[in-house]
């Protein structure tokens, strides 16, 4: 999805709104905890986050599990954020950053134990493509763990005006999971983003860039960054909060793949 509001630069944009997450993505460190266990990765065990961001759950990931992680992104400042966060964190050794597209890094024959794709399914395509994605760079056995957008109702029409998107672009909570298992993934268990987790998202978003333009009123940008963040503030209070939801999706691969459903 993009926003209907023009924009002079999409990653400056990002990367400043995004400032003070910790996830990029309305999720609380509580439920972050809860999909790590969820995952039940086994030390040394290799991870591939996708559109991993500044990498906030892949580190604390890998600071629960001895697993190796790989992040990739296309924006550099969120890949330098990650890189530095490994470093303090002192998790260097396991985890690897890439500043680039995914589609230019993962190679056909590359198997991973795990697939982290959160919010990020658009890296790929549709969330459909990414589960089939997903599936074939994971190992017999291997989990997945996405993150995506839901209709939690009816879209109405000026809020998809607003965001620059279709209805069809999103299915319900229940339809993401059914796609997951199309694409032939056992679905383990799923989860919502609260209200809390959206208002905090929300905020630090709105509370970034605000704060940014307060303090930078020469920037050439500044007037098409408060319009944008305004429009999507205000489309967030009116439509968003009560129809977009965000579904989490822990998926395991089959370890013996059978003709028929069992
Ligand atoms: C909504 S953010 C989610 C970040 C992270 N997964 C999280 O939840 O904190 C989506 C991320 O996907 C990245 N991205 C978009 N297209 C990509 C591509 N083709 N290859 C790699 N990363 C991509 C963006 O730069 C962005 O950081």
Same mark, same amino acid.
């Given at each position: ?20 997450? =910790? ?8 439920? $972050? +905890?809860?999909? #790590? ?7 040394? %065990?290799?991870?591939? +986050?996708?559109?991993? &961001? ?11 599990? %001895? @697993?190796? &992680?790989? &992040? ?12 530095? @966060? @490994? ?15 995914? %589609? ?8 991973? /134990?795990?697939? #982290?794709?959160? &919010?990020?399914? %658009? ?5 459909? /493509?990414?589960?089939?994605?997903? *599936? ?17 109702? !009816? !879209? ?38 609260? /209200? ?14 605000? =704060?940014? #333009? +307060?303090?930078?009123? /020469? ?15 205000? $489309?967030?209070?009116? *439509? ?9 999706? @822990?998926?395991?691969? !089959?370890?013996?793949? =059978?003709?028929?459903?069992?």
């Amino acid at each position: 999805m993009s926003t209907a509001t023009p924009l002079v630069d999409p990653t400056k944009f990002t990367t400043i709104a995004h400032g003070t997450h =910790r996830y990029l993505s309305p999720l609380s460190e509580a439920k $972050a +905890d809860s999909l #790590i266990h969820r995952l039940a990765l086994a030390p040394g %065990q290799r991870v591939l +986050d996708v559109g991993c &961001g500044n990498a906030g759950f892949l580190l604390d990931l890998l600071a629960v599990v %001895q @697993a190796r &992680g790989v &992040g990739v992104d296309t924006n550099p400042e969120f890949i330098a954020a990650a890189t530095a @966060a @490994a470093r303090e964190r002192g998790l260097s050794e396991r985890a690897e950053f890439v500043n680039a597209r995914l %589609q230019d890094t993962i190679y056909s024959a590359e198997r991973f /134990d795990a697939v #982290i794709c959160m &919010g990020s399914s %658009q890296a790929v395509g549709s969330l459909a /493509d990414a589960f089939a994605w997903a *599936w074939t760079v994971l190992a017999p056995g291997g989990v997945a763990l996405f993150a995506d957008g839901y209709w939690k109702r !009816p !879209p109405e029409p000026k809020y998809l005006e607003a965001l620059g998107a279709t209805e069809d672009e999103m299915t319900t909570h229940g339809g993401n999971a059914a796609r997951a298992r199309e694409a032939g993934f056992r679905v383990l268990s799923t989860l919502t983003s609260n /209200d809390d987790e959206w208002d905090e998202y929300e905020g630090r978003y709105c509370a970034a860039m605000e =704060r940014y #333009i +307060d303090a930078h009123p /020469d920037d050439a940008d500044a007037a098409a960054m408060a319009a944008r963040v305004r429009d999507w503030h205000e $489309a967030y209070l009116h *439509w968003g909060r009560d129809t977009l939801g965000f579904g989490f999706y @822990a998926l395991l691969k !089959p370890t013996a793949i =059978r003709l028929s459903s069992d």
